[in-house]
């Protein structure tokens, strides 16, 4: 376990301020863009093209946030540093977060795009399904989590597990749809992000706004884990604390 004097996650101030202050800039000019600006009016997508700003960096920024976490818990079963299983559980939990985002925006694109006037909010779609069964076995790295006590083994049980769910991940987000019919870019085959899915005009928008949601993770990925550690600082304090009392005692 790292002294408190020794943070885990060696991030300088400033090099963190630089990153907030440039990801709130361009958060703050993709919103304005993305719900004010002027777009190109493709078709079937039209006005809700913009959504292309929001659904589609959210999946870039769970396959960013899963595959560190993964990295974190391949590096935890090799030395059993119990930061690496902090890390490897504040990545997954971010990428269990946006994933949801994906999920619902994506909803949302659908319902008022192929949709509008049927009722339909869920449509089964391959990559949408898929994409629900992907945090479903994210969800489940949560739950074994919560359901092992003891620090060592419970880190050791879900870095394996972490480490298959990582492995589902290209399958279920991107080799499987392409094999089937779909309404996402790709299904079938067919090339993702086409000039009737991206045009041109907005890819000054998109690209930065994928930019932005990966650096707002970093940002909450920094802050978790030093919540994180400063939590395990404080209950191996207590821990050393009630022992020294136990000892006192007798």
Known sequence: ??????????????LYRVVRGVVVVTLTS??????????????????????????VPMWFTLMAATIVSAYHSAQYLRSGDRIRDLRAREAARLGLIFGGLGIITGMVWARFTWYEGTGV??????????AAVLLLIYAGYFVLRDAIDAPRTRGRIAAVYNLFAVVTMPFLLYILPRQMPSLHPGGEGSPAFSQTDLAPAMRWVFYPS????LGLCWLLYTQRVRLAWLREVLRQKALGAAHDDEGAGR
């Open 210 to 213: 994928v930019l932005a949601f």
């Open 30 to 55: 993709i919103l304005a863009a993305g719900f004010l600006g002027e777009i190109p009016q493709l078709d079937i997508l039209e006005q809700s093209a913009r959504n292309l700003y929001f659904h």
């Open 1 to 14: 376990m790292p002294s408190p004097a020794q943070p885990p996650f060696p991030v300088g101030r400033r």
């Open 121 to 130: 909010w869920w449509n089964f779609d391959p990559k949408q399904s898929m």
